[in-house]
């Protein structure tokens, strides 16, 4: 198993002499860190990042000390956002699809991303989601609300399904995240007469396991890939950034919807990972999201690979 370095990616500067004109096109260049996986090949593609208030990560009195301690600091966080895309030779899959043009300016570039690595929307043989939260979902459909990996195969877990469909969310998610309710239904709507749902472990595309990691949604889904002996588990959004999250997995977070649970799940997956150094995608994670788990003191932290 290796990891190349990250690798910057730049589209649209093709065919110019020498970079002469450069300096006057937009300068825009996308980054993908790539994991070999057996015979597999693994890139994370970014979506951009989101700006978020502090409150929505935590509201915890000592956080700004943790957070300090990782240089940050103020009232906003500004994740990044990584799509995991698979090839193993025969599927092509794209873990999640990111936000499209309509959530946040600064996400949304899942296009661009896959233009510069090359891929095309039709290329993907497959679509699986860990959850429908804005950031992962949104991004699923064109401007004439077509799916844009139309002939894709699209997967999420029942619980997960189950959730976002039923016309009672919109009343009983809270009026915070009301706009996700309806724009989740509005998109998976789309997907009803083809969308392939599955419950906790099952092996959904050959490699693919799924593992239940609710908490963050009520029907959050990770993916544990296979290939030979290497294995890869692509997190979501379960351990949701590498300050708190690994720092004081004990503390509640303001993005985990039921946030006990959220608590109990990467407290256990944490433990886990550290323990068999499984490779590990984050959506959230920092250098492309690639890296893994390793204690610190009786809490844990993100060693990036990717980078
Ligand atoms: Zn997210």
Same mark, same amino acid.
Request: hydrophobic share 40%; with cysteine; glycine share 14%.
């Given at each position: 198993m290796t990891i190349s370095r990250r690798t910057i990616l730049r589209a649209g500067t093709a065919g110019l002499a020498a970079g002469l004109f450069a300096p006057l096109m937009p300068r825009r260049s996308w980054a993908a860190t790539t994991l070999s996986l057996g015979s597999a090949r693994i890139d994370t593609l970014s979506d951009g990042n989101l700006v978020l208030p502090m409150s929505f990560v935590t509201d915890h009195e000592g956080a700004g000390a943790v957070m300090a301690e990782f240089g940050l600091s103020g009232d906003a966080v500004e994740p990044p956002c990584n799509v995991t895309l698979l090839r193993d030779g025969t599927n092509t899959v794209l873990f999640d699809v990111g936000s499209g043009h309509d959530f946040m300016p600064t996400a949304g570039k899942l296009a661009e991303a896959m233009d510069a690595l090359g891929v095309t929307a039709q290329e993907i043989t497959h679509v699986v989601f860990t959850h429908a939260h804005p950031d992962h979902l949104w991004g699923l459909l064109d401007e004439f609300d077509e799916p844009i990996f139309a002939d894709a195969t699209f997967m999420i877990g029942k619980a997960e399904w189950d959730y976002w469909m039923d016309p009672a969310t919109v009343d009983t998610i809270g009026t915070e995240r009301q706009s996700f309710a309806v724009g989740a239904q509005r998109r998976l709507s789309v997907l009803e007469d083809r969308i392939v749902t599955f419950g906790d472990g099952e092996e959904i595309? !050959?490699?693919?396991? &799924?593992?239940? =990691? @609710?908490?963050? =949604?009520?029907?959050?889904?990770? +993916?544990?890939?296979?290939? $030979?002996?290497? &294995?890869?588990?692509? /997190?979501?959004?379960?351990? $949701?950034?590498?300050?708190?999250?690994?720092?004081? !997995?004990?503390?509640?977070?303001?993005?985990? *919807?039921?946030?006990?649970?959220?608590?109990?799940?990467?407290?256990? /997956? /944490?433990? *886990?990972?550290? &323990?068999? *150094?499984?490779?590990?995608?984050? @959506?959230? /994670? !920092?250098?492309?999201?690639?890296?893994?788990?390793?204690?610190? $003191?009786?809490? +844990?932290? @993100?060693?990036?690979?990717?980078?």
């Open positions: 595309i !050959p490699g693919v396991a &799924a593992r239940a =990691t @609710f908490g963050h =949604t009520p029907g959050h889904m990770a +993916y544990e890939i296979r290939n $030979g002996s290497d &294995a890869c588990m692509v /997190l979501g959004d379960c351990i $949701g950034n590498h300050h708190l999250a690994f720092a004081r !997995p004990d503390w509640m977070s303001g993005s985990d *919807q039921d946030p006990d649970m959220g608590i109990a799940t990467r407290v256990k /997956l /944490l433990d *886990q990972l550290a &323990a068999e *150094q499984m490779r590990i995608v984050g @959506f959230h /994670l !920092p250098d492309g999201g690639l890296g893994r788990v390793e204690r610190a $003191g009786d809490a +844990y932290r @993100f060693v990036a690979e990717g980078a």
